[in-house]
């Protein structure tokens, strides 16, 4: 079985305001192209209320560090209330949506995932101890950098949804 390691566990960003989600989703897709992740479209609901659009999206990029190593980071975004308004810039007309804008970011550092060293018992053991002594230093800086990752695209996207603050 692959060796999950959590790096980052329930990272949460909340906005409320003026916002284009179609934007915002585009955005989030050139971050994770730019950083070499292939993306995986886990979820996508769209329902519509009285009171505006329900849309919740779960992606879950990953990115092959090395044939040892994966890393992967799951977002998920939780529109509620969406509704679109017409609103004046600069003396032009845009049309934007306004409501409540959730994500909750974790991140994963998967080990081993083919599988390799669990065909025997010698081999895990073997496995444990390299990973241990060997590759500590390694697994360590892969930790690192998918938390950085992570960490970017939450400030990133606050700093996106601060744009459009009139």
């Known amino acids: 079985m692959a060796e999950r390691v959590v790096v980052v566990d ?3 960003l909340t906005y409320e305001g003026l916002f284009s989600v179609s934007e915002l989703y585009r955005f989030i897709d050139e971050y994770f192209e730019d950083k070499g992740y ?5 979820k996508n609901i ?29 977002l998920r975004m939780i529109f509620e209330n969406i509704k679109e308004v017409e609103v004046e810039k600069d003396g032009r007309k845009m049309v ?16 081993d995932y083919f599988h390799k060293w669990e065909g025997k018992p010698i081999y895990f053991v073997i496995r444990t101890i390299f990973d ?31 744009l459009y603050r009139f």
């Not at 292939?38 to 886990?42: G, I, T, V």
């Not at 804008?101 to 974790?106: E, N, T």
């Not at 590759?135 to 601060?162: R, S, W």
């Open 46 to 74: 769209e329902n519509v209320t009285p009171t505006g659009k329900y849309i919740e999206i779960e992606v879950e990029p990953w990115k092959k560090v090395t044939d040892h190593a994966m890393n992967v980071i799951r």
């Open 96 to 111: 934007l949506n306004q409501g409540k804008a959730h994500f909750l970011f974790d991140a994963f550092l998967y080990t």
């Open 10 to 12: 329930k990272l949460r």
């Open 38 to 42: 292939d993306k995986r479209e886990k």
């Open 132 to 162: 241990k002594y060997v590759y500590a230093p390694y697994t360590q800086g892969f930790v690192a950098g998918v938390k950085e990752d992570t960490l970017h695209l939450h400030g990133n996207i606050k700093a996106f949804l601060n």
